[in-house]
């Protein structure tokens, strides 16, 4: 990246020697121009920046990076309007259901560092990844922090799923799951760790959960949003 900034102000007869200062910097010296005998002084001129990066030092002008979880942030402006909206979740138990994953109708608002998601669980039949995939109610709320890069983590103590919603077994589930992705525009990707209590303790280490914005239009299937993980 490289920024120039010039200025001059006053009655400008020339700007001064430049200074070179480490990082790759230029910095043109404030010049004293009139008469420096002059019991009211002389006028000056402002400095003159030039700078560019210097090639021996990284460029930290990216936004994009790691966070402490692991996952990669990819700069977005928390609470932006594009990072609000309806989103397809698929969580995948993989301990237990690696192909078939619990699915959701999850809508999103970002800001003030939190990230809030009203989650509907979708019915599915056992084995199935598309059908019916109909909304069983009552939505239920999450929330959690989120950094200006859009990293999140959302405590869930008490998560229970409706056996209607179950593709593994059918039965009701109760856990306690915590969530950690990073939120884009367009959809969120992330892992899940915590404990499936009933009707049989599984750790849930090694999950995952990937999410695709849909804006009412119709369902994707999971394999479609593709999050790489």
Do not use: H
């Not at 404030?30 to 400095?47: D, F, H, R």
């Not at 039949?125 to 200006?148: C, Y």
């Not at 859009?150 to 059918?170: D, H, K």
């Not at 039965?171 to 950690?180: F, K, Q, R, V």
């Amino acid at each position: 990246m490289r920024w120039t900034w010039i200025a001059c102000v006053g009655v400008a007869l020339g700007c001064g020697p430049a200074v070179e200062t480490p990082g790759g910097t230029e910095i043109e010296a404030e010049t004293e121009v009139g008469n420096p005998g002059s019991s009211s002084g002389g006028q000056t001129t402002s400095a003159t920046v030039v700078t560019e990066p210097n090639p021996t030092e990284p460029d930290t002008s990216s936004s994009e990076g790691t966070g402490s979880s692991g996952l990669t942030s990819v700069g977005v402006t928390t609470g932006a309007p594009s990072t609000d909206g309806e989103f397809f979740l698929a969580i995948y138990a993989n301990p237990v259901a690696p192909t078939t994953p619990f699915q959701f109708v999850a809508d999103v608002k970002a800001g003030d560092g939190q990230v809030v998601m009203l989650l509907t669980p979708l019915s599915l039949d056992i084995a199935s990844v598309d059908s019916p995939r109909e909304p069983v109610p009552p939505p239920f709320e999450v929330s959690g922090p989120i950094d200006s890069d859009g990293l999140f983590t959302i405590e869930i103590p008490n998560l229970s799923i409706p056996g209607s919603t179950n593709p593994v077994t059918g039965s009701d589930i109760e856990a306690s799951a915590t969530l950690e992705a990073v939120l884009e525009m367009d959809r969120f990707c992330g892992r899940v760790s915590g404990m499936i209590t009933v009707p049989a303790k599984i750790d849930l280490a090694g999950s995952t959960l990937e999410a695709v914005r849909i804006e009412g239009g119709p369902l994707p299937l999971p394999a479609q949003i593709d999050c790489g993980q």
